[in-house]
């Protein structure tokens, strides 16, 4: 679905992305994890269109979209949700969505209608109900708790019935709780539209119980890949990152 | 939600408010409230128009005034010079202010705030300079006198200040009603989209230089149509009608009567333009006067007045919202999973 | 437009240099009322549009003191000084509440400021337009140099203004105080961390802006009539300037200023009514082609 072929980014001289390839395929939940700096939302970005690569291939299906601008690549199905997210503060939640469909299906210049344009209804809806913000449809966007204005921002990817998914942390911020009700709605997500989904996440219990499969990324490149028993194992891993949080998560 | 209005219903709203208009003239037989209302008209339309980018773009343009100014001049230059029906004149106008946004607006769209800020002004204040260079063809700094010829259209006789004043009134109405319903059509939610998160949206497909150069556009043709009607009232134009303080109080109308109400540039407008009338007629210290106001609105209230009405409303509302949320049962979802094992 | 008199003008020694010391005094004077403006800018991120009353007040301010004392010194001074505490007023009251605003929360305030400042001088000096006068001491004959005459006062404003840029420039790159604001433009909060009061620091800048808008007014008061408008085409010229050269560098505004003065004054000769337009189109030129200005950071 996805293969990443020997790609590279360097900001002033500094390889944020070093030679990295990696494979992910169809339909599979994937984890991109690694210490901070390690260049991981850099490697979002890449793909993304959100940063140019200096060099390597991204392709999508066989297409390489490496370079392409980020509205191209929405078009062909990459979704992302963003760190912190970044939602529109003065919408509801339901005004935000049906904004992100109409962009979806190409009617956000329309004049002549009224929005909402009624075609629109049912996907938003379809969303709201799978990220599970549809109680809190009129509330405004700048209203919400961190949590779901998380959600939001996933809901907002998902519009464009993305075949690729890429979440930056969706875990990011929320108490231990939270954490693990956010990432059922994302395996339950995942599950439903059998999307490919790649997360990036520092919370290894989190990794290990839901990932497919893990990328590790160190100073740009790929320290290894693998099923979450393989990089368990695996000793550079394990004596360079897992360690501490191995251990604590394992205990 | 619920309370969203069709455009069959604001065709109505509009259709009586204009009915209103026509018959006030028969209470208030005065022909200050007359020239008041072309006035309104004038900068009622130029204000809101602005406010498209303002409010709803989060473009803050502060060289608006081009559109004014242009529209002025172009209208008086082309009856004053050829003989066509006013109806065409007016096309003309829009059509030569739609040309200019064009080439303005695909170079100061993407610009940050600041630059964007002075660019436009820098090229409202070229075109001032050009009206004031140009003497044989806008009278320079005198302006353009020698009246406008109305010649009759549609059994419109525009000499006839009763006729002026629904003409403006009637125009007021329409570009509301127009400005409105762009506003509330998907194109206007994806302005507010990029107004509140520009970095967002062309993740979500969305091309926001294109978006916005079509905004931009908008704004300019019906800043002309402000400032053509301008142009009637004074039957001529005036190099001050293209100068940095027209863009000053549009700016200023806009935040007396609020950005995030549609109507309320109207309000400010008006409020600004009886504040003008008052002030002058009482003291010749109008710049202390209308210089504390600013300070007032701009430090103290730092809200228009419809805004500040609207948004009282709106919190109510949601904080009743939320209260709601806190009482209902937490939505069902699937059982989490027990955190590590 | 009148290109052969410019052409006539170039040609000629006398014209050059006259045409060149006034484009000097013209950039100069600009120079020190657009430094202000594009520290401010660069230090407090506000666009302080009403710099150009600071400049209309100090020379107010130095025609009352001419009248009362007779003393060019002490009025020039005077202007300096009393637009500095000006300035201090106005940041602490009015400026210090719209930090962070949007940019044209900040214009309104700074119009409203404007319109009252111009009715206030209009009550307190008469709506008529003021002369200064030239004091004794430049009453004597022009100098002759290189073909042309200069006046002796010109001179003086020269090598005045020029002494106060160089001062300027060392106070920015040499002294603690210019570190520390220069420090504040790229990153207020790391300075505000070290235990330096960014509140005093802010004002100050302020009142270096006043200041040199004040002295700039003085200073030039001798050779302009003092009317409410005079600062409205200042601070739209420093604005042009700082936009060329780059916001929030001083060294750009004193080659932005240099360029404005001289199109001012050899434009005024080739395009008499279209001179501003000339200035307008530069600034066009240069947002355009650099948005930041010739020695401006990128990315404001």
Known sequence: MLRIEDLSKSFGGVAATNNVSVHFPKGSLSAVIGPNGAGKTTFFNLITGAFRPDKGRILLDGQDIAGFSPPEIVRRGIGRAFQIARIFPTLTVHDAILGAVQAHTGQHTVMSRRFPLAETEDRATHVMDLVGLTPKAHTLSRNLSHGDQKLLDIALALVLEPRVLLLDEPTAGMGPEERWTMIDTVHRMWEQERMTLIFIEHDMSIVFKIAQRITVLSYGRVLAEGTPEEIRRHPEVIKAYLGDEFEAAHA | ?341 | MDLSALGNCVISASCVITQTTSGLIIGLLLFMVAAGVSLIFGVLKVVNFAHGSFYMLGAYFAYTAYQVTGNYAVAVLAGGLGVAIFGLLFERLLISRVYGSPVLMQILVCYGVILILDDVVKLVWGPDFLSFGMPSTFQSLPILFAGGVIPVFYLFLIVMTLVIAVLLGLLITKTRYGKIIRASAVNPTMVSALGINTGVVFASVFVLGGLLAGLAGGLAAPVRSLTAGMGLSVVIESFIVTVIGGMGSVAGALVGSLLIGLVRSFGSIGFPLFTEGLMFLMMVVVLVLKPSGLFGKEGR
């Open chain 2, 1 to 341: 939600m619920g309370n969203r209005s069709s455009l069959a219903r604001d065709c109505l709203i509009a259709l009586v408010a204009f009915l209103v208009l026509a018959a006030l003239p028969y209470i208030f037989p005065s022909r200050g409230f007359t020239d008041f209302v072309v006035r309104l008209a004038a900068f009622g339309i130029f204000a809101t128009s602005l406010n498209l980018l303002v409010g709803y773009s989060g473009m803050e343009s502060f060289g608006h005034g081009l559109y004014f100014g242009l529209g002025c001049y172009s209208f008086a230059l082309i009856m004053q010079n050829f003989a066509v029906p006013i109806p065409v004149a007016f096309l003309l106008t829009i059509a030569l202010s739609v040309a200019v946004a064009l080439v303005v607006g695909a170079i100061c769209v993407n610009l940050s705030e600041i630059y964007f800020a002075f660019l436009t002004l820098a090229f409202q204040m070229l075109l001032h300079s050009l009206i004031i260079a140009w003497t044989p063809i806008t009278g320079g700094d005198q302006g353009l006198t020698g009246g406008i010829p109305r010649p009759p259209f549609l059994g419109v006789r525009l000499d006839d200040y009763y006729h002026l004043y629904l003409f403006s009134a009637g125009l007021l109405i329409l570009c509301l009603l127009a400005m409105y319903h762009i506003v509330q059509s998907p194109f206007g939610y994806t302005l507010r989209m990029i107004r509140d998160n520009a970095s967002r949206a062309p993740f979500l497909g969305i091309s926001v230089f294109r978006v916005r150069l079509m905004a931009y556009i908008i704004a300019g043709a019906f800043g002309a149509i402000g400032g053509m009607i301008m142009s009637l009232f004074v039957s001529g134009a005036f190099p001050d009608f293209a100068y940095w303080t027209v863009s000053g109080e549009g700016i200023f109308m806009i935040m007396l009567g609020g950005i995030t109400a549609f109507l309320g540039p109207v309000v400010g407008a008006a409020i600004f333009l009886l504040l003008n009338d008052m002030v002058t007629k009482l003291t010749t210290h109008y710049g202390i006067v209308l210089g504390a106001v600013i300070l007032l609105f701009a430090l103290g209230l730092r809200k228009g007045l419809l805004d500040f009405i609207v948004d009282h409303w709106r919190d109510r509302q949601q904080s009743a919202l939320a209260a709601e949320g806190r009482t209902a049962s937490s939505p069902p979802s699937a059982k989490p999973v027990s955190a590590g094992e």
